[in-house]
Nanobody, 129 residues
Framework: QVQMVESGGGLVQAGGSLRLACAVSGRTFSSYQHMGWFRQAPGKERDFVAAIKSSGSTTYYADSVKGRFTISRDNVKNTVYLQMNSLKPEDTAVYYC?????????????????????WGQGTQVTVSS
């Protein structure tokens, strides 16, 4: 059974930084899996933030975070990270990590949450103005 546990959330002032981590256990993913970060603010849908392919060399970002957030992974530690800089109050949300099996190397990134099969429990990020 897959377990995905996020950590690193908290309260930070606007302009500050946080680093989220997602530790994955219980499954050996294929060489073609994608890992993603999503976020959900109260009363809103779950929105795509960033994704990374299994090799770690290819990433994709939502326009709203491009240039401020960086997704990375450590395949030895089975951990995915989201470095968040220049945080804004509108970044306030519960952040979720997710995993998606694609089974082939050329699979495009998906920004839809329904494409991702595995999810963590979420970690709260609050940015004060």
């Amino acid at each position: 059974q897959v377990q995905m546990v996020e950590s690193g959330g908290g309260l930070v002032q606007a302009g500050g930084s946080l680093r989220l981590a997602c530790a994955v256990s219980g499954r050996t993913f294929s060489s073609y899996q994608h890992m993603g970060w999503f976020r959900q603010a109260p009363g809103k849908e779950r929105d795509f933030v960033a994704a990374i392919k299994s090799s770690g060399s290819t990433t994709y970002y939502a326009d709203s975070v491009k240039g401020r957030f960086t997704i990375s992974r450590d395949n030895v530690k089975n951990t995915v990270y989201l470095q968040m800089n220049s945080l804004k109050p509108e970044d306030t949300a519960v952040y979720y990590c997710s995993a998606r099996e694609t089974y082939y190397s050329g699979a495009p990134f998906s920004t839809s949450p329904i494409s991702y099969e595995y999810w963590g429990q979420g970690t709260q990020v609050t940015v004060s103005s």
